[in-house]
């Protein structure tokens, strides 16, 4: 079966939210997400530095590793699975955040669902 990455380019909107940020996005919305069915595996990570030249867009990015037929069944799985308040017991934690903080958190600065071409192991694989 195919794999798909999700990637997904997040901020907090704006410094004073970077406690709320840290305590939905990061210590629960990532492992929320993580509970899909047909997801394998969810990271989150924050910048470390700049690489080479190019322009740093975001100083978070989730990536999710997704097995499914294709991105679009994918998206339709996920957003079932978040629409269902009961969809696994951490669920009513990470929506009672939500509510307590007047929503989510967060600035999406970009998303989409990346088709596994081809992977290679490196010598620490």
Same mark, same amino acid.
């Given at each position: 079966?195919?794999?798909?990455?999700?990637?997904?380019?997040?901020?907090?909107?704006?410094?004073?939210?970077?406690?709320?940020?840290?305590?939905?996005?990061?210590?629960?919305?990532?492992?929320?997400?993580?509970?899909?069915?047909?997801?394998?595996?969810?990271?989150?990570?924050?910048?470390?530095?700049?690489?080479?030249?190019?322009?740093?867009?975001? &100083?978070?990015?989730?990536? #999710?590793?997704?097995?499914?037929?294709? #991105?679009?069944?994918?998206?339709?799985?996920? &957003?079932?699975?978040?629409?269902?308040?009961?969809?696994?017991?951490?669920?009513?934690?990470?929506?009672?955040?939500?509510?307590?903080?007047?929503?989510?958190?967060?600035?999406?600065?970009?998303?989409?669902? #990346?088709?596994?071409?081809?992977?290679?192991?490196?010598?620490?694989?």
């Amino acid at each position: 079966m195919p794999q798909f990455l999700l990637i997904g380019l997040c901020e907090p909107p704006g410094p004073e939210k970077q406690a709320q940020f840290d305590e939905w996005f990061v210590n629960q919305h990532i492992e929320d997400t993580t509970h899909c069915p047909n997801f394998i595996r969810g990271r989150v990570y924050k910048l470390a530095g700049p690489h080479l030249d190019g322009v740093t867009v975001s &100083n978070y990015i989730s990536v #999710y590793e997704v097995e499914a037929p294709g #991105y679009a069944e994918a998206e339709r799985v996920l &957003n079932a699975w978040q629409a269902d308040p009961d969809a696994w017991p951490g669920r009513k934690k990470h929506l009672e955040t939500a509510a307590r903080l007047d929503g989510m958190p967060l600035k999406v600065v970009g998303s989409g669902w #990346y088709e596994q071409l081809k992977s290679f192991d490196g010598p620490k694989a």
